[in-house]
Antibody, heavy 121, light 107 residues
């Protein structure tokens, strides 16, 4: 069965970086992109970007483009998402999700369990 | 960016009620619309993709309709496990914006 298992919770100081991992199993990793979505406390869902697990191409949300990097390691079927120069408003639960498609309509069909990142001095 | 606006922001309903949630896009997105259910402490769950296609394993009481700018998610008979927040999301272009969410609470 398809599973995405994320790394554990992190506490970081403002200005630091965090790297969250997402290990996939149960499907051919390179056949599906991975997207990252976050949810700040009491807020809605925010799309951060996605990465092709096939060729590493990325597309980031403009507001995060200067501070976020998404990568994959096909040898371990793991996706990574790094945020640099952390601020208090980066405090959120971060989710990875598998991107599936029907014709050209993309959707997120399987999700990781979420990783809480807390930014606090 | 395409703005997605859901209504209502919250609603109270009873078990067995028919519930309808609306999502409006700021421009036409054809059928590039997905619906997710989110419970506290749980990952989002895909319910409907491409406006009206039911994700495998999702109960048939959930249905989606619409195209262009106006979409609806309907729960035909609300069950106790359906109390959650529901989000629409467009996949017409990037950024893949979500609606602000509709919280379905117990009356």
């Amino acid at each position: 069965q398809v599973q995405l298992v994320q790394s554990g919770a992190e506490v970081k100081k403002p200005g630091a970086s965090v790297k969250v991992s997402c290990k996939a199993s149960g499907y051919t990793f390179t056949s599906y992109p991975i997207s990252w979505v976050r949810q700040a406390p009491g807020q809605g869902l925010e799309w951060m970007g996605w990465i092709s697990a096939y060729n590493g191409n990325t597309n980031y949300a403009q507001k995060l483009q200067d501070r976020v990097t998404m990568t994959t390691d096909t040898s371990t079927s793991t996706a990574y998402m790094e945020v640099r120069s952390l601020r208090s408003d980066d405090t959120a639960v971060y989710y990875c999700a598998r991107v599936n498609r029907l014709r050209e309509i993309f959707y997120f069909d399987f999700w990781g369990q979420g990783t809480l990142v807390t930014v606090s001095s | 960016d395409i703005q997605m606006t859901q209504s209502p922001s919250s609603l109270s309903a009873s078990v067995g009620d028919r519930v309808t949630i609306t999502c409006r896009a700021s421009q036409s997105i054809s059928s590039y619309l997905n619906w997710y259910q989110k419970k506290p402490g749980r990952a989002p769950k895909l319910l409907i993709y491409a406006a009206s296609s039911l994700q495998s394993g999702v109960p048939s009481r959930f249905s989606g309709s619409g195209s262009g700018t106006d979409f609806t998610l309907t729960i035909s008979s609300l069950q106790p496990e359906d109390f959650a927040t529901y989000y629409c999301q467009q996949s017409y272009n990037t950024p893949r914006t979500f609606g602000q969410g509709t919280k379905v609470e117990i009356k």
